[in-house]
C-alpha cells in the first residue's frame, strides 16, 4: 500500500494531477446540475404565479 | 392585432418545438449517460492506476498520461463541438446549435484547464520544467484564452440572440487554433512527444497502455456529453425564464 501511494518517488505529481482532475470534473457537473436545478426552480415559480393571478389575457403567456 | 398574436404565437411554437423535443429525448437519455459515464470512469481509474504497468522509461508518472491525454482530447473535440455548432447556428438559425454551442465551452474550459496543469506536472519529472513556450503547449493555452473568450462574450451580450451571433463568430474564428494544435509536434521543435494513438500506421503504444487509455477517454467523452445535455436543459429553461419574465412585464 505504501509502495502503491508513491509512486515510485513521483506521488508528488501523480496523486496532485488525479486529485485535480477529481476536483476540477466534480465542480464542473455540481455546478452544472445546480444551475439546472434553480432554472427549473424558477420556470416552476413563473408558472404558479402566471395561475396564481391571471392577467391580461389577450396577452395570456399560454404561448411562451 | 389579433392576426399579428397568432403570428408570434406560431413563431414562438417554431422555436420550442425542436427544444421541447431536445428536452423530451434527453430526459430518458440521462440516466443512461449517467451509468454509463460512472462505470467507465471507475474502470478507467482502476486500469490506470492498479492494473497497468509503470513504463520503463518514465516510471510511474506515465499514470498521468491517462488523465492528461483524454483531458486533451476532449479539450480539442470541445472546441469542435462548439465551432460546429456556431456554425449550424450562424447558417439555419437552429435555437437548439446556438444553446449547443454555448452549453459545451465551460466544460471544454475545464478539460482544457486539466490538460495544461496535468502536462505541467508530468513535464516537470519528465522534461526538468514546469512550463515552455513551445507549440503546443502555447497553443493550447491560446485554446484556454478563446473559451474564456468565448464564455465571456456570452456574459456580456444581454440578449442571446445578439450574443449567441458574436459568440459564433468567435468560436469559428478560433477554430483555426485546433489544427495548429494538432500538427504544432510536427511543424515545430519541441519538446511535447508527438502523436502516438492518431497515427497513419497505429497506435505507437503498448497495449497495456492502451487499454486503460482508452478507457478512460471513453469515460471523459461520456462525462462531456452527460454534462453538455444537462447543460442544455438548463439554457433552455433559463430562455423559457427570460421569455416569461419579459412577457410578464410588458403585460
Known amino acids: 500500500m505504501d509502495s502503491f501511494l508513491a509512486m515510485g518517488g513521483y506521488a508528488g505529481f501523480v496523486w496532485p494531477a488525479y486529485g485535480l482532475a477529481l476536483v476540477v470534473m466534480i465542480g464542473v457537473a455540481v455546478q452544472s446540475v445546480a444551475d439546472y436545478r434553480a432554472q427549473q426552480r424558477l420556470v416552476r415559480e413563473l408558472d404558479a404565479g402566471k395561475t396564481a393571478r391571471p392577467r391580461a389575457p389577450a396577452r395570456s403567456l399560454g404561448d411562451a | ?251
Open chain 2, 1 to 251: 392585432m389579433a392576426g399579428m398574436s397568432e403570428l408570434t404565437a406560431s413563431q414562438r411554437f417554431q422555436a420550442f418545438a425542436n427544444p421541447a423535443r431536445f428536452m423530451a429525448l434527453s430526459d430518458r437519455l440521462l440516466p443512461f449517460c449517467t451509468g454509463a459515464t460512472a462505470l467507465l470512469l471507475a474502470a478507467g481509474l482502476y486500469l490506470s492506476l492498479f492494473a497497468s504497468p509503470p513504463d520503463y522509461q518514465q516510471g510511474e508518472t506515465v499514470r498521468i498520461m491517462y488523465i492528461h491525454v483524454p483531458s486533451a482530447w476532449l479539450a480539442m473535440f470541445g472546441y469542435m463541438v462548439m465551432a460546429g455548432a456556431s456554425a449550424v447556428a450562424l447558417v439555419f438559425r437552429h435555437p437548439l446549435a446556438d444553446i449547443g454551442a454555448k452549453s459545451a465551452a465551460p466544460i471544454g474550459a475545464a478539460f482544457t484547464f486539466l490538460a495544461l496543469v496535468t502536462g505541467s506536472l508530468w513535464g516537470r519529472p519528465m522534461w526538468g520544467t514546469w512550463w515552455v513556450w513551445d507549440a503546443r503547449l502555447t497553443s493550447m493555452l491560446i485554446l484556454l484564452f478563446l473559451y474564456l473568450g468565448y464564455m465571456a462574450l456570452w456574459a456580456t451580450i444581454e440578449e442571446p440572440v445578439r450574443a449567441g451571433r458574436a459568440a459564433a463568430v468567435l468560436a469559428l474564428v478560433g477554430s483555426i487554433n485546433v489544427p495548429i494544435i494538432h500538427y504544432s509536434v510536427v511543424w515545430w521543435n519541441t519538446l511535447h512527444q508527438p502523436a502516438s494513438v492518431f497515427r497513419i500506421d497505429g497506435p505507437a503504444i503498448a497495449t497495456s497502455m492502451l487499454m486503460p487509455l482508452l478507457i478512460m477517454a471513453l469515460g471523459f467523452t461520456l462525462f462531456f456529453m452527460t454534462l453538455l445535455l444537462v447543460r442544455m436543459r438548463a439554457e433552455i429553461l433559463r430562455r423559457r425564464v427570460r421569455v416569461l419574465r419579459l412577457a410578464r412585464t410588458e403585460g
